[in-house]
């Protein structure tokens, strides 16, 4: 791999745990309004709905922690650049489990449908 390629694939790392947040947002949101929209959930039997939300969200919230415990246990090099970049990208992980995880916060506290 050239040098400027696997930079790229670094830098892409280092925001790859906000991608799955985004992903998380969208899945998320996306399914819940395309639910309700089409009343697939009613304000009598929720659960339905609220459990394929639960399981979107405990899978998204899986594979920011499983990217964020493959970032802990890469290899370090030697190069300062190099460590400083892996750091960080464990760092952006460990919020992206954080915030991909208070996400989903909002199934616990709030109707489905209201």
């Keep these: 791999m050239t040098p400027p390629a696997h930079s790229f694939w670094?830098?892409?790392?280092l925001?790859?745990?906000?991608?799955i947040w985004s992903l998380a947002f969208i899945a998320l949101y996306g399914v819940h309004g395309?639910?309700?929209?089409?009343?697939?959930?009613?304000v009598q039997d929720p659960w339905p709905l609220r459990l394929a939300l639960l399981g979107v969200w405990a899978i998204m919230t899986a594979g920011a922690a499983a990217f964020a415990a493959w970032t802990w246990k890469r290899p370090?090099?030697?190069q300062p650049t190099t460590?400083?970049?892996?750091n960080a990208t464990l760092a952006v992980a460990v919020i992206g489990v954080v915030a991909t995880a208070w996400l989903g916060a909002p199934l616990f506290l709030v109707r489905v449908c209201a």
Excluded: H, P
Excluded at 10 to 13: G, K, Q, S
Excluded at 83 to 86: D, I, K, T, V, Y
């Design 10 to 13: 670094r830098l892409v790392l």
């Design 83 to 86: 460590r400083f970049l892996r």
């Design 34 to 42: 395309v639910a309700c929209a089409a009343g697939w959930a009613s």
């Design 76 to 78: 370090i090099d030697d």
């Design 15 to 19: 925001v790859a745990a906000f991608l």
